[in-house]
């Protein structure tokens, strides 16, 4: 039988759900209330005689009604219909703290936004700041609950649970002095998506057990050699234990693909078994033959052929970044005016800074109309007389239209240095429109980069879907770099693709698409990724000094 609670539950979420759906208020209203008497009544309802429930005080006969549809069904009709109607994101919008049937409301109606991870998108972006209701308290209030309720949801973005495994490393390499433990798998090999984190360690069974109840790792299970746990903060932990002889052995394995591992072991140099190598794990490739490559770098067999040449490729490193490409000021949905911006790019010694706010059919991002682009230009002019050598370039994130077309007229076009073009809205599509949006766009003379090419945003929203080798092919065609938007919930183009594009002789960019300075720090997760892949700088376009950058503008220009 269901008790008062549960009963209580049902209503409150169908008056939240009214409320979110903008029904009757005063139908809400009353099952809210209902839900509230319902709580606090001192005799349980399944108890209570079906005709006096109606009498009771605070609950009407609609109410009563629906009551004894639950009490015999365990069902309530009209809490499933409007259930169904509501996307699952939305449903999931309701656990967040602060976020009540009216904001969700807006988020979903107003803003569009249909998906926790599409909020905290828009919280980074400064978006939610234009709607009633939101202050940046607010916004800011509502991103760290998002953060929280991911933590314990139990997959993570590769940038948000970083911090916290090297310090769990680091307090078992404490803990155990004298023995080997490692991150070790997913982790180790810095997948941008981790759904658990994984230990190796040559600590005994029950050492590590005992280590982790004090550290409240709880519940915790023995499976063989691993042991499952909970961390307190949410995440799941499983430490393997081994032997010291097979540590290396072990480690590396974790962090290779399938096709990289079976590729390393045939062209090894020594056909022994190398398990017996306990040393570090750049013994390993010396004795194979090979240069060493990182845990990181482990994904395709193409990475081994330079690592036995005399000068292996180098892969590309931050040190590599020369720019910010791809950045949005206060004039859009960015916190920071240009000039703060620019001088920010010059102390932590990039060349130059490519400005690219939004284009103005983005209304909600406070898009450029055409009057604010010549005036920002010409503040642009001025701040790049006081800032030489260093150069603002005048760019614009161009909306791509429903029908792939650009977002201004020729004239406002070509006033830009250069243009990066992205989808912003009318995410849903069929592949077949996404194509034609996309390969439009990219045939436009004006367009320079493609900005993250598929609108995905990792663990909450997957990107519309292309042909990639189609558009990797026309970007080549078309002279348009693709952009590696290093935000690390977009990492789009996805890193896999590199291997392709270079092949072709696609130009790549790794782009912060920094909302703020601190966002430059993104950079990091873009390299990351594009390491993954085997981007070199010679294939990255903000490695391009500012001489080479301008060259290549020019090549461009002459193109149009
Ligand atoms: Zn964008
Ligand atoms: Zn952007």
Redesign the pocket.
């Known amino acids: 039988m269901l008790d008062n609670y549960t009963i209580a539950d049902h209503f409150s979420l169908l008056g939240k759900l009214m409320d979110i759906h903008g029904e009757n208020s005063f139908k809400a209203k009353s099952y809210s209330s209902a839900a509230f008497t319902i709580e606090k009544l001192p005799v349980q309802l399944s108890d209570t005689p079906r005709e006096k429930i109606a009498s009771l005080k605070g609950i009407g006969d609609s109410t009563a009604k629906k009551i004894g549809e639950l009490l015999d069904t365990g069902k309530l009709t009209a809490l499933e219909e409007i259930t169904a109607l509501t996307p699952a994101g939305i449903l999931e919008m309701m656990q967040i703290k602060g976020l009540g049937p009216k904001k969700i409301a807006t988020i979903w109606k107003e803003m569009g936004i249909e998906s926790l991870g599409e909020l905290l998108y828009a919280c980074n ?1 400064n978006r939610l700041l234009l709607y009633k209701g939101f202050g940046e308290k607010t916004q800011e209030s509502v991103k760290q609950s998002i953060q929280f309720y991911n933590a314990h949801k139990g997959q993570y973005l590769y940038a948000d649970i970083e911090a916290y495994a090297f310090q769990l490393e680091q307090l078992f390499q404490q803990q155990f002095p004298t023995y080997q433990t490692s991150l070790y798998g997913d982790i180790k090999r810095q997948s941008i998506i981790i759904t658990q984190l994984d230990l190796l360690s040559t600590a005994s069974l029950p050492d590590i057990q005992n280590y982790l109840e004090k550290l409240q790792f709880l519940p915790l299970t023995i499976e063989g050699n691993q042991i499952h746990a909970q961390a307190p903060e949410g995440a799941k932990l499983v430490v393997h234990q081994c032997l010291p002889e097979e540590f290396t052995q072990r480690l590396f394995a974790s962090t290779c693909s399938a096709i990289f591992l079976e590729a390393f072991q045939q062209n090894s140099n020594t056909k022994e078994d190398n398990s017996s190598i306990s040393k570090v794990e750049k013994a390993l490739f010396e004795a194979a033959g090979f240069h060493y490559l990182p845990p990181n770098q482990r994904e395709f067999p193409e990475a081994l052929r330079t690592l036995n040449q005399p000068a292996p490729l180098t892969t590309i490193t931050i040190a590599d970044i020369k720019a910010i490409i ?3 000021s206060n004039w859009s949905d960015g916190l920071e005016s240009i000039e703060t911006m620019a001088n920010a790019c010059i102390a932590k010694g990039y060349e130059y800074l490519v400005l ?1 706010d ?1 284009s103005k059919s983005a209304g909600y991002a406070n898009g450029l109309q055409v009057e604010r682009v010549r005036e920002q230009h010409l503040a642009i002019d001025e701040l790049n007389a006081k800032l030489a050598p260093f150069q603002i370039f005048k760019s614009i ?1 161009s909306d791509i239209l429903g029908d792939g077309s650009l977002d201004y007229d020729d004239a406002t076009l070509q006033s830009f240095d250069l243009l ?1 073009a ?1 989808v912003h809205s009318n995410l849903k599509m069929t592949q077949e429109k996404a194509m034609q949006r996309l390969l439009r766009a990219i045939e436009h003379p004006a367009t320079c980069i493609l ?2 090419m598929t609108g995905r945003l990792l663990l909450s929203r997957p990107g519309y879907p292309v042909d990639h080798k189609i558009i990797i092919d026309a970007c080549v065609a078309n002279g348009v770099a693709i952009e590696i ?1 290093a935000h690390p919930r977009r990492l789009d183009i996805d890193w896999s693709w590199i291997p392709y594009a270079i092949e072709k002789g696609c130009l790549l960019s790794i ?1 912060p ?3 703020s300075t601190e966002g430059f720090e993104d950079i990091r997760y873009g390299v990351l990724a594009a390491q993954k892949g085997g981007l070199t700088p010679q294939h990255n376009l903000s490695s391009f000094n500012l001489e080479a950058f301008k060259n290549w503008l020019k090549e461009r220009k002459h193109k149009i």
Do not use: M
């Open positions: 972006e791809h950045s949005h690219s939004h994130e990066i992205s900005g993250h938007n782009n698409d920094a909302h």
